[in-house]
């Protein structure tokens, strides 16, 4: 079961990060409008959520928050460029909090 949430979370933070900079190129005069939308609420939100989820379900682990960090990096060289490294460390930031808040969630569910 384990392997079939990871792949939930893969697919949630590929789509996430990708949606709205392929709506930008398909719509340029909504790139002014999303261009830090997605990078400081849309994709900080799937994060720290696909985190806590992952971890309210299984405990602890850090490894998932280093998954959606490294997650962002092909959209990073393909959609920005490397200015925007600094939100992959912001992310991962994010999905520990939410991994904290799901083990929490966890531990209570256990009692």
């Keep these: 079961m384990q392997k079939k949430d990871i792949l939930k979370v893969i ?5 996430v990060y990708n949606m709205i900079p392929i709506i930008n190129r398909l719509f340029p005069v909504t790139e002014t409008y ?15 959520v696909c985190s806590l989820l992952f971890c309210k379900k299984y405990g602890f682990k850090l490894w998932i928050a280093l998954l959606v960090a490294i997650l962002f990096m092909p959209t990073m ?35």
């Design 77 to 111: 060289l393909i959609f920005y460029n490397s200015s925007v490294l600094i939100f992959a460390i912001v992310y991962f930031v994010i999905a520990v909090i939410g991994c904290i808040v799901g083990t929490v969630c966890h531990k209570r569910k256990r009692r």
């Design 11 to 15: 697919l949630t933070t590929i789509i």
């Design 34 to 48: 999303t261009f830090l939308t997605d990078l400081w609420i849309s994709n900080s939100i799937c994060a720290f």
